[in-house]
């Protein structure tokens, strides 16, 4: 089975395909690259070391030939292109205006060769963009790519920081989103305040899923939180269970209908 020597790279709109090195090229993670890539010249990031793959293990389509490490005069055209697709931005975004359509431009870039033109947006409701796809292409002399995104591909290309302080987790390593739901934050027990719960795109925050198996491993070799288990003391109502302390809490009446609570370790009631 032939193996063909592979990295990971990332596009400018954060897109992780992978990079063939055929001509040999020294590049490491970091590294910049120019890439050729569905018919056209682009940017990317070279994030992984290089490996082989057994060539049925990705599709064709998926992987970009690496061309060269950048170089100073590429620098220069990187900078041309982020001006051109700065102006680009406020042409579409006011033509979108005009047209009233129900969209919302988040990001607009240039392949590196200038022959494409991207058009990222979020959708608020179907609508046809044909007009406006030919219009921006007689304006821009180029063609025009425009791409539907979601929210947290929106987030993902912008970036931010998130309540932790940090770069966000989708702009710094997440390849594909997860589904998260709040299923995950109950199963975590945390509060279910959506705001609090939700990220800079609106959406529940994707590290509710980071350590949701661990939980969800916990509790379920558990008893339920209201049910009864037998202990030394007698008879009791678990009221809480804390996977962390891996301790248990179990409310417990007395003769004259008061209640106390104990905190066992899990060991001492599994």
Not at 169 to 182: D, G, H, L, M, T
Not at 246 to 251: D, W
Request: with cysteine.
């Amino acid at each position: 089975m032939q193996q063909r020597l592979i990295v990971d790279i990332k596009l400018e709109n954060e897109e992780i395909i992978y990079g063939e090195n055929v001509n040999g090229i020294d590049i490491k993670p970091s590294d910049k690259i120019v890439v050729y890539f569905e018919n056209t010249y682009e940017i990317a990031e070279v994030i992984s070391n290089e490996r082989l793959v057994d060539e049925n293990f990705f599709k064709k389509e998926n992987v970009a030939k690496i061309v060269r490490k950048v170089n100073e005069q590429d620098l220069q055209r990187i900078k041309e292109n982020q001006k051109k697709a700065t102006e680009a931005y406020k042409i579409i975004k006011q033509t979108c205006i005009n047209y009233e359509l129900p969209i919302k431009i988040s990001f607009v870039k240039y392949s590196f060769d200038r022959a494409k033109l991207y058009v990222y947006y979020v959708q608020e409701k179907p609508t046809n963009l044909s007009k406006i796809v030919q219009e921006l292409a007689h304006r821009f002399k180029v063609k025009i790519i425009m791409k539907q995104i979601g929210p947290r591909d929106e987030t993902k290309i912008l970036g931010g920081i998130g309540v932790c302080g940090y770069e966000l987790c989708c702009k710094r390593w997440i390849k594909n989103f997860e589904s998260i739901s709040v299923e995950m934050a109950k199963t975590q027990q945390l509060s279910l305040n959506i705001p609090k719960l939700s990220g800079l795109c609106n959406r529940l925050k994707c590290c509710l899923g980071y350590e949701y198996s661990f939980y969800k491993e916990c509790i379920e070799k558990l008893p339920k939180i209201g049910s009864y288990i037998k202990t030394k003391y007698g008879d009791g109502k678990v009221v809480s269970i804390d996977c962390i302390k891996e301790t248990i809490g179990v409310e417990f009446k007395t003769e004259d209908e008061k209640t106390t609570i104990k905190i066992f370790k899990f060991n001492e009631i599994i």
